[in-house]
């Protein structure tokens, strides 16, 4: 299917792609060249900042639809940044809302499972017996008589504001968003449309806790440039560009707030055995797709449908693109699959990774072996990826490190340093 580039955004200036442009950095003279001061990755007051003035103003990705599919499905969602924790249910209308899980009596929690469904679309408080409908509202308690002047009307479940955009449900915990998710995405709701999340409903997750702050968390995933080296053991030569060893990315889009990379395939990667196995499993196009395209297997006659920010620049060495949608979700698209990753503030130095992995479902027993092979090599990358964070976050806190120096292809993160500026100055 074709697609092509839509007019240009407020929130996006497409710029010259390679091979005409080799350098990003320039063409963005907002972002410096210099080095990166390390001051906002360890101070505690720059991380209060963050917190208040950042990650309690945007609209913040919580979950999948898929997670509450039905009326009285429920999933309940820890929130260590603002101790609190998160009721999300789907009401009898289909509506996804979202709540304070905090009983209106004396506080408990109304509901303990992590996720569910309540049939009756009601939750009830273990304490004392309040009752709460899934539109939050306070339906019926014991002993009513003796709570003298309360009217239940005024006492349901606090809530918070919800959305859902392309099946991921956001929340937004400021009490008046300031802006619609819609707008909060800043033209990508219409730049990927028609990506087909729905048809990639199997979900791999990996969770893990990291003594490190969110910005080291967050930069390790927005740039490649360390694929030749951290990753030697599992995918070095993936995201290598054979007429340009040194660059390894062909196309940036920098918004007002979120920003996408695309990345190059090497046509010519040397397949393990395991892998070239993982590939004559399954080769229905949907699984594998970046090693039956290397693999020169891969069929042009259906691919699948790329949206007009995926692959922007339509380049036949395309393997995925980054799109980073501030503050700290992460959506990787790849040709028959795509990665999510939540990177969560906790404390100055401790955050909370969440890496999942969407792929279709399986029809047979080889397809389940190819999805196993994906699923596996994802978490052995992930794993290269969090043994650096503990030591990074060392580094900063001997007070050795004053400042990060990057490399024009390292550019999400200054762009990613930027906006979180940009908020802490209101300017956004
Ligand atoms: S705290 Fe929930 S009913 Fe008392
Ligand atoms: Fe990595």
Same mark, same amino acid.
């Given at each position: 299917?074709?697609?092509?580039?839509?007019?240009?955004?407020?929130?996006?200036?497409?710029?010259?792609?390679?091979?005409?442009?080799?350098?990003?950095?320039?063409?963005?003279?907002?972002?410096?060249?210099?080095?990166?001061?390390?001051?906002?990755?360890?101070?505690?007051?720059?991380?209060?900042?963050?917190?208040?003035?950042?990650?309690?103003?945007?609209?913040?990705?919580?979950?999948? +639809?898929?997670?509450?599919?039905?009326?009285?499905?429920?999933?309940?969602?820890?929130?260590?940044?603002?101790?609190?924790?998160?009721?999300?249910?789907?009401?009898?209308?289909?509506?996804?809302?979202?709540?304070?899980?905090?009983?209106?009596?004396?506080?408990?929690?109304?509901?303990?499972?992590? #996720?569910?469904?309540?049939?009756?679309?009601?939750?009830?408080?273990?304490?004392?017996?309040?009752?709460?409908?899934?539109?939050?509202?306070?339906?019926?308690?014991?002993?009513?008589?003796?709570?003298?002047?309360?009217?239940?009307?005024?006492?349901?479940?606090?809530?918070?504001?919800?959305?859902?955009?392309?099946?991921?449900?956001?929340?937004?915990?400021?009490?008046?968003?300031?802006?619609?998710?819609?707008?909060?995405?800043?033209?990508?709701?219409?730049?990927?449309?028609?990506?087909?999340?729905? #048809?990639?409903?199997?979900?791999?997750?990996?969770?893990?806790?990291?003594?490190?702050?969110?910005?080291?968390?967050?930069?390790?995933?927005?740039?490649?440039?360390?694929?030749?080296?951290?990753?030697?053991?599992?995918?070095? !030569?993936?995201?290598?560009?054979?007429?340009?060893? !040194?660059?390894?990315?062909?196309?940036?889009?920098?918004?007002?707030?979120?920003?996408?990379?695309?990345?190059?395939? $090497?046509?010519?990667?040397?397949?393990?055995?395991?892998?070239?196995?993982?590939?004559?499993?399954?080769?229905?196009?949907?699984?594998?797709?970046?090693?039956?395209?290397?693999?020169?297997?891969?069929?042009?006659?259906?691919?699948?449908? #790329?949206?007009?920010?995926?692959?922007?620049?339509?380049?036949?060495?395309?393997?995925?693109?980054?799109?980073?949608?501030?503050? $700290?979700?992460?959506?990787?698209?790849?040709?028959?699959?795509?990665?999510?990753?939540?990177?969560?503030?906790?404390?100055?130095?401790?955050?909370?990774?969440? +890496?999942?992995?969407?792929?279709?479902?399986?029809?047979? +027993?080889?397809?389940?072996?190819?999805?196993?092979?994906?699923?596996?090599?994802?978490?052995?990358?992930?794993?290269?990826?969090?043994?650096?964070?503990?030591?990074?976050?060392?580094?900063?806190?001997?007070?050795?490190?004053?400042?990060?120096?990057?490399?024009?292809?390292?550019?999400?993160?200054?762009?990613?340093?930027?906006?979180?500026?940009?908020?802490?100055?209101?300017?956004?």
């Amino acid at each position: 299917m074709k697609a092509s580039r839509t007019a240009n955004t407020p929130d996006h200036q497409p710029r010259p792609s390679a091979p005409e442009a080799k350098l990003w950095t320039p063409q963005y003279p907002e972002l410096s060249t210099k080095p990166l001061s390390t001051e906002p990755y360890l101070s505690p007051q720059w991380f209060e900042r963050d917190k208040e003035l950042i990650f309690r103003k945007v609209w913040l990705h919580m979950g999948r +639809a898929e997670e509450l599919v039905n009326p009285g499905d429920f999933a309940v969602k820890e929130l260590p940044l603002f101790n609190t924790s998160i009721l999300l249910v789907r009401g009898k209308d289909h509506v996804i809302r979202g709540f304070h899980n905090v009983c209106r009596h004396r506080g408990n929690r109304v509901v303990e499972l992590r #996720q569910g469904n309540q049939p009756t679309c009601k939750f009830t408080c273990r304490f004392h017996g309040f009752t709460y409908d899934s539109e939050g509202k306070l339906v019926g308690l014991p002993e009513e008589s003796k709570f003298l002047g309360l009217d239940k009307a005024e006492h349901g479940l606090t809530p918070i504001a919800t959305d859902v955009w392309e099946g991921f449900v956001f929340i937004n915990m400021d009490p008046e968003p300031k802006e619609t998710l819609k707008e909060y995405m800043c033209g990508y709701v219409e730049q990927l449309k028609g990506l087909p999340f729905d #048809q990639l409903p199997v979900c791999y997750s990996y969770e893990t806790d990291i003594n490190c702050n969110w910005r080291i968390l967050r930069d390790s995933q927005l740039e490649m440039y360390h694929i030749k080296t951290l990753h030697k053991l599992s995918v070095p !030569d993936y995201i290598e560009n054979l007429r340009d060893p !040194d660059s390894h990315t062909h196309h940036v889009e920098l918004g007002k707030r979120h920003g996408m990379a695309s990345w190059f395939l $090497n046509p010519e990667i040397a397949m393990r055995p395991v892998e070239a196995l993982a590939l004559q499993a399954d080769r229905t196009k949907i699984i594998n797709g970046p090693l039956e395209r290397a693999s020169g297997s891969w069929s042009t006659e259906t691919p699948l449908y #790329q949206p007009p920010l995926v692959n922007p620049t339509r380049t036949k060495d395309w393997f995925l693109d980054y799109i980073f949608i501030f503050p $700290n979700f992460h959506l990787l698209p790849f040709e028959g699959l795509y990665i999510t990753h939540h990177m969560w503030p906790v404390a100055p130095g401790r955050s909370h990774w969440e +890496a999942r992995i969407y792929l279709p479902r399986a029809k047979n +027993a080889s397809q389940v072996f190819a999805r196993e092979y994906s699923r596996i090599q994802a978490r052995e990358v992930w794993l290269e990826d969090g043994s650096t964070l503990e030591h990074m976050q060392q580094a900063l806190e001997s007070g050795v490190l004053k400042e990060y120096l990057l490399q024009d292809q390292e550019i999400l993160i200054r762009h990613a340093n930027r906006v979180c500026e940009d908020y802490l100055r209101r300017v956004l």
